[in-house]
């Protein structure tokens, strides 16, 4: 078994991607860490830590490599279920604990503050885009949405849009005294200069250093 798990990528890759228990654990931990064991240096908001740490989300990663590499049974009613339980488990969750519902987020507050969600929600959020992405690529869902101009601009400005996000967000609550952080013009606001930013990113970065990269090396031809 062990000497089969070390030779066989096919089964490291099966654990791996079986290993989304690991992401609550992960989260748990950073939480921890960020608010009782603080250095000078650390960020000293633990939910903001625990949203952009890269290792929060190790189970994000292993849906994504799941859904590459194997089949997902009944995808369609998996996004259905998946569409309607995660806005009502946030919203559950929400009248739990503040008594009251906040329909601009569909219980999905910005960092998943709300009495810890964070440590738990971004793996039923994680789920939700995974079959969703599925659904997309290998079923041909919303295909027809998906291939007018807009869209499909922001597919290609999409790096910058993940890259800068954080960043943005992290300006706008920093420097405006009008925004709130659990407020719905904070998403729109910052997806506006996310988007601007990410297509500066591209126009004066990405794409003249692709470009210069194909210049020098061409993928070969197909034909």
Same mark, same amino acid.
């Given at each position: 078994?062990?000497a ?8 490291? #890759?099966? %654990?791996?991607?079986?290993? $989304?228990h690991? &992401? ?6 950073? @939480?921890?860490?960020f608010? =009782? ?24 990663f292993?849906?994504?490599a799941y ?27 929400q ?6 519902l ?7 507050e910005f #960092?998943? %503050?709300?009495?810890?969600? $964070?440590?738990? &929600? ?6 939700? @885009?995974m079959?969703?992405? =599925?659904?997309v ?16 601009y922001l597919g290609k400005i ?5 890259v ?5 967000i ?6 405006s ?8 013009s904070?998403?729109?606001?910052s997806?506006?200069?996310t ?10 970065f ?10 020098f090396?061409?993928l070969?031809?197909?034909s």
């Amino acid at each position: 078994m062990a000497a089969d798990f070390v030779s066989n990528p096919e089964t490291q #890759l099966k %654990s791996f991607c079986r290993s $989304n228990h690991l &992401g609550p654990l992960m989260r748990g931990l950073i @939480f921890l860490i960020f608010t =009782y064991f603080r250095a000078p240096f650390m960020i000293d908001v633990p939910d903001i830590a625990v949203y952009a740490l890269p290792f929060s989300h190790i189970d994000a990663f292993a849906f994504g490599a799941y859904a590459s590499q194997f089949e997902i049974p009944r995808p369609r009613l998996q996004l259905i279920l998946a569409a309607t339980l995660v806005p009502s488990i946030g919203l559950a969750t929400q009248y739990l604990v503040e008594g009251q519902l906040r329909w601009n987020t569909l219980g999905q507050e910005f #960092l998943l %503050s709300v009495d810890h969600m $964070n440590i738990w &929600g971004y793996s039923l959020l994680n789920y939700l @885009f995974m079959v969703t992405i =599925y659904n997309v690529a290998k079923m041909g869902f919303w295909s027809t949405l998906l291939d007018i101009a807009p869209l499909r601009y922001l597919g290609k400005i999409s790096y910058g849009l993940y890259v800068y996000h954080t960043g943005v967000i992290w300006f706008i609550l920093k420097f405006s005294n009008t925004i709130d952080a659990g407020g719905s013009s904070l998403y729109y606001f910052s997806l506006v200069v996310t988007i601007l930013v990410a297509s500066l990113s591209y126009f004066l970065f990405e794409k003249p250093i692709n470009d210069f990269k194909d210049k020098f090396f061409p993928l070969p031809s197909h034909s």
